[in-house]
């Protein structure tokens, strides 16, 4: 039987470093995806997931279950973000993992799909990346942590310490910018493409 | 809420179209968007946003974090690899530089000075306008103190004498270290120790870096795909170009010889 979140942190607070393993295991590939998408560096986020979860352990003694686990790492990991950009003092620059998708893809694909399309879908791919370097940090990250992470509007206010309705908004913000930029790109509507 | 829905409420709208609102709300928000086509076609355009950031995945990236105690050098937790499987530690990477020793890094820095001061031919000369260094290309003829510089006393020749005696100790100093370093990585059966995570760590890094060089050679592939493709078509366009062109001269030569023939065959008055 999967041991829940809780049985593990309980274990690891009693210090068994095999059950925080399990966590880190569980919980690295959101993590890492969450900072990619935050901060856009492949590098830098590496740093950041494997930091995230080294003061996670360090801070694993104060943890007192008030909030998940998940939480919890998140907005450790949201605040190392933060620092990020801030030290850097510079919007996220989206590095796209140019060769990866590609190759990954054409793997997954195999002959059916053409280069042609391959390109196209990493373009468009760059494109939505590039759109949500536009995004303020607040909005880029409600929108990371709604889309991509599933988070409540309400577990989003609480990690980003602001009222529901300013979620909402933020939501809302940063979504129509990406809706003008993808338009100014081009980019139809999903329908219209499945239409042609 | 209230149970009315307008069009400047776009927090109900965002929930709407998460799908965090209750059913009334919903049946409310419904009931506007039948008869409002600018909200059905902003919730739409939003929905399709939606989808678009359904394209944007990060790259696969090899991670593999994990956390051992390391209680020999460094009391406080330390991460390494989990079991042999190709990741990363937990702790920041450490860099090139960061993963040998202090002393071999000084001695380095101290090799790096000394090939520096003997590529620049560096000179120190005290004499009576007190010290004075020299640098550059000069032949040892050309080096030699002048007549008036006679009370001027080179003091170069035993200080580096001495330094090369030095340099070549420290030389040899790192080279049985690095020696016995690598005599220890080899051990099978050695108990893990700080060195050999620093060779698993440097391992890690040259897989990385292999995986790296070809996705990067993946990459180069598909672009010079592109490449030939782009290439492919604006010359096909330019041969239809080509085409085009020469039915073009052919229909005006056939019209000409047309008109020769009819002209031709025109009987004289």
């Known amino acids: ?196 | 809420m209230s149970m009315t829905f307008t069009c400047d409420d776009k927090q109900t709208l965002v929930a709407y179209l998460y799908g965090e609102v209750d059913p009334a709300e919903r049946e409310t928000v419904e009931a506007h968007l039948a008869g409002c086509a600018a909200c059905a076609a902003e919730v739409t355009a939003l929905g399709d946003v939606r989808s678009e950031l359904g394209l944007w995945a990060p790259p696969d990236a090899e991670l593999g974090f994990a956390i051992v105690r390391n209680a020999v050098r460094n009391p406080v937790r330390n991460a390494v690899k989990r079991s042999d499987a190709p990741s990363a530690p937990v702790l920041r990477p450490a860099r090139w530089w960061n993963t040998a020793p202090v002393w071999a890094q000084a001695a380095a820095a101290v090799l790096v000075l000394a090939a520096g001061a003997a590529i620049a031919n560096v000179q120190v000369k005290s004499g009576p306008d007190g010290f004075s260094v020299t640098t550059g290309w000069m032949s040892p003829a050309l080096s030699e103190p002048s007549a008036g510089e006679a009370g001027g006393r080179r003091v170069e020749g035993p200080a580096v004498e001495e330094w090369k005696t030095a340099l070549v100790a420290l030389e040899q100093q790192l080279r049985t270290e690095i020696r016995s370093g690598r005599a220890q990585a080899t051990r099978v059966a050695a108990p893990a120790t700080p060195d050999e995570a620093t060779l698993r760590r440097v391992q890690q890094l040259l897989a990385a870096s292999e995986l790296r060089q070809q996705r990067e050679l993946a990459m180069r592939f598909i672009e010079f795909s592109r490449d030939v493709n782009t290439q492919r078509r604006a010359d096909l366009m330019k041969i239809t170009s080509s085409f085009g062109e020469f039915d073009e001269r052919i229909l005006r030569q056939r019209q000409m010889m047309n008109n020769v023939i009819r002209v031709s065959s025109t009987p004289q008055q």
């Open chain 1, 1 to 196: 039987m999967v041991a829940t979140d809780e049985e593990l942190v309980a274990k690891s607070m009693a210090g068994d470093t095999e059950s925080f393993n399990q966590l880190v295991l569980r919980w690295e590939r959101p993590i890492y995806a969450l900072a990619y998408r935050v901060i856009g560096r492949d590098e830098d986020a590496r740093d950041v997931a494997q930091e995230t979860f080294l003061r996670a352990f360090r801070a694993l003694p104060g943890f007192k279950g008030q909030a998940k686990f998940s939480s919890w790492l998140y907005r450790i990991a949201l605040n190392l973000c933060r620092d990020w950009i801030r030290r850097k003092k510079r919007t996220p620059l989206v590095e796209m993992p140019e060769g990866v998708d590609i190759a990954e893809l054409a793997a997954e694909q195999g002959p059916v799909e053409s280069i042609e399309d391959l390109v196209s879908r990493q373009e468009m791919s760059r494109i939505v990346a590039d759109g949500m370097t536009l995004l303020p940090e607040e909005q880029r990250t409600a929108i990371v942590l709604k889309e991509f992470h599933g988070l409540t509007f309400q577990e989003i206010a609480d990690l980003q310490g602001c009222p529901l309705s300013t979620v909402k908004t933020r939501l809302y913000q940063g979504l129509s910018v990406l809706r003008r930029h993808l338009e100014s790109q081009g980019m139809t509507t999903v329908e219209g493409r499945r239409e042609s």
